[in-house]
Nanobody
Framework: QIQLVESGGDLVQPGESLTLSCTAS????????IYWFRQAPGKERERVSCMSVLDGTTELADSVKGRFSVSRDSAKNTMYLQMSGLMPEDTAVYYC????????????????WGQGTQVTVSS
């Protein structure tokens, strides 16, 4: 059974850092593109990043470039979203997702999603 489980969400103050985890089961995450999305209340879902394995590239949304980064731990079948310089507008539920293909696809019509983890940035 394919499953993605996010963790690490928390309440943090502006300027602080936080790392989210996405642990995969039922498949080898290293073989496929993995996405991070976020959705704030009343807003559309936003793609934060995509790690392609077809060409080894990582896409980051303009809103998070220079502040967020992504990585993988193959041994743990886990992906990470490292967030720094957090701002109140980063407040959202963060999701990881995959479509079990090697390249990053357009849009958000992906087959497999985690349940999400809440990140709240507030003083």
């Amino acid at each position: 059974q394919i499953q993605l489980v996010e963790s690490g969400g928390d309440l943090v103050q502006p300027g602080e850092s936080l790392t989210l985890s996405c642990t995969a089961s039922g498949f080898t995450a290293d073989h496929f593109a993995i996405y991070w999305f976020r959705q704030a209340p009343g807003k559309e879902r936003e793609r934060v990043s995509c790690m392609s394995v077809l060409d080894g590239t990582t896409e980051l949304a303009d809103s998070v470039k220079g502040r967020f980064s992504v990585s993988r731990d193959s041994a743990k079948n886990t992906m990470y979203l490292q967030m720094s310089g957090l701002m109140p507008e980063d407040t959202a539920v963060y999701y990881c997702a995959t479509d079990l293909v090697r390249r990053c696809l357009r849009g958000d019509n992906l087959d497999y999603w985690g349940q999400g983890t809440q990140v709240t940035v507030s003083s």
